[in-house]
């Protein structure tokens, strides 16, 4: 009689997750792949279209100014310390001032409050979190998902700054503040405050410019007494 063979061990089966399947009219079964999750460059193309649908115009914008008392980042220090790139920044208001450096190139300034929120949604967008969310209903989540992760990424380039043995540059920032007006006029005369909705005409006497009559608004229905 031939010798028994012992019985093979088998290695026991991970069960697999079942995947859905779609019934067809005749009876027969489809079986549908899961969805698949966007690629790196169409997470970064939609962050592309989002910053040239938002690109900001100061022609179409010409009553922006910056709210006193807030803080602001210049451009140059904003790109390097964010690390963003000209079509990002772009899509940020700014005002203009003068630039000692190049007076055919003025400065630009950039509240910081908006900067923050920039590179929040940009964090958000690129981990392709923008898809989670209802942009319309649920925005102000996905920028604070974002700024969690904006956060964790510059903690990462301090570490990697610090084992180089090197200090990243901190970030500059000032302040929005009312510039003083100047007390005197072109031709050096003293300007006196005067009441809102008043303005005034030059008086001349004998051709020659002697002061400046002050007018003010005629309401027909005011009590003067």
């Known amino acids: 009689m031939p010798p028994e063979r012992s019985p093979k061990k088998q290695s026991p089966s991970t069960?697999?997750?079942p995947r859905k399947a779609r019934t067809h009219g005749s009876g027969a079964t489809?079986?549908?792949?899961s969805p698949k999750s966007p690629t790196k460059t169409q997470i970064k193309n939609k962050w592309l279209k989002w910053c040239a649908d938002?690109?900001?115009d100061p022609a179409t914008d010409l009553g922006y100014k910056q709210k006193i008392g807030t803080q602001e980042v210049h451009r140059s220090d904003a790109m390097s310390y964010f690390c963003l790139k000209d079509y990002e920044i772009n899509t940020v208001p700014f005002i203009t001032f003068e630039n000692q450096y190049n007076e055919n190139a003025p400065g630009r300034s950039y509240n910081l409050s908006n900067l923050r929120t920039l590179v929040s949604r940009k964090s958000a967008y690129l981990a392709g979190l923008n898809d989670d969310f209802d942009l319309k209903n649920n925005e102000v989540e996905l920028l604070r998902a974002g700024w969690n992760l904006f956060q964790?990424?510059?903690e990462k380039r301090e570490e990697r700054s610090k084992a180089k043995g090197r200090?990243?540059?901190a970030l500059k920032i000032g302040e929005i503040f009312?510039?003083?007006q100047s007390n005197t006029d072109d031709?050096?005369?003293e300007i006196i405050e005067r009441p809102f909705g008043s303005w005034t005409t030059r008086v001349y006497e004998r051709g020659e410019y002697v002061g400046d009559w002050l007018n003010f608004q005629f309401d027909p229905d005011a009590n003067d007494g």
Do not use: D, F, H, V
């Not at 489809?30 to 792949?33: N, R, V």
């Open 54 to 56: 938002n690109r900001w």
């Open 30 to 33: 489809t079986e549908l792949s």
């Open 152 to 154: 964790k990424e510059n």
């Open 167 to 169: 200090t990243r540059k």
């Open 178 to 180: 009312q510039r003083r």
């Open 15 to 17: 069960p697999s997750t």
């Open 187 to 189: 031709e050096g005369y």
